[in-house]
C-alpha cells in the first residue's frame, strides 16, 4: 500500500512509496534540512481512489527502521542503566535476606528493589530505541544521585573519620554520584533524544 510522507518543519512530501523507502526519504530530508529535529509530520496513505490521512505521535515508526543506527551515547546509556539496575537490585535483595534481624532495616529493600528493576527496565528500553526511554531513564537516575548527593554533603559535614568503614562509605555515594550523573549526560545527549524521539 503507498504511503506519502509529509515533513512537520516545511511544505516537503515524499513520493507514494512503500513504508521503509517513504521513512527514509523523510529521514534523509530532515538530515538534510533540518539537522537535530527529531523526524515527523503526518502520513497519507492511499487506498484504492482516494487518499486519507494519519497523524502518528511525531511519526514513531521511524525509531523502528534500521535507517536510524543506534549512536554510542544511547548505547553507552542503555548499558550503564542495565548495569546500575543490576547492582541495584542485588543491594536490594541482600537488605532484605540479611539485614531484617528484627530491626526492619531491611524493608528499605524494597524500593531499593523497585528501583533496581526500573532501570534495568530503562536500560533495555533505550537499548531496544523506545520513544521517551531516555527521559524516564534519567528521571530515575535522579534518585540515586539525589540520595548520594544528600548523603556526601551529610557526611562531610558530620562524619567521625576515625572509625572503620567511613572512607568506604563515602567513596561507594561519591561513585553512586558519579555514575548517576554519567547516565544523565548520555540520556540528555542529542544524538539520543533524537534517537529516542525526544526531541
Known sequence: M???????????????????????RLAEHYALRHPGTAPGGH?????????TR????????????SHLPRPAAATGA?????????????FAVLLLLLLTDGN??????????????????????????????GDRLSRLALIPATVS???????????????DGTLTQLAGFVITFLLS????TLCGRPETKTYLGEY
Not at 542503555?78 to 542485588?90: M, P, Q, W
Not at 548527593?149 to 572509625?163: F, K, N
Open 2 to 24: 503507498p504511503h506519502r510522507y509529509w515533513c512537520a518543519e516545511c511544505s516537503f512530501k515524499t513520493p507514494w512509496l512503500g513504508e521503509p523507502e517513504g521513512l527514509g
Open 43 to 51: 502520513i497519507e496513505t492511499r487506498r484504492g481512489g482516494r487518499a
Open 54 to 65: 494519519t497523524t502518528p505521535q511525531g511519526v514513531r515508526a521511524m525509531n523502528d527502521f
Open 78 to 90: 542503555g548499558a550503564l542503566g542495565i548495569a546500575a539496575g543490576a547492582v541495584t537490585a542485588g
Open 104 to 133: 526492619g532495616f531491611g524493608l528499605f529493600g524494597l524500593p531499593v528493589l523497585a528501583l533496581g528493576v526500573g532501570l534495568l527496565r530503562g536500560g533495555g528500553r533505550v537499548l531496544a530505541g523506545r520513544t521517551d526511554a
Open 149 to 163: 548527593g544528600l548523603a556526601i554533603g551529610g557526611m562531610v559535614a558530620g562524619a567521625d573519620w576515625d572509625r
Open 181 to 184: 550523573a554519567v547516565l544523565i
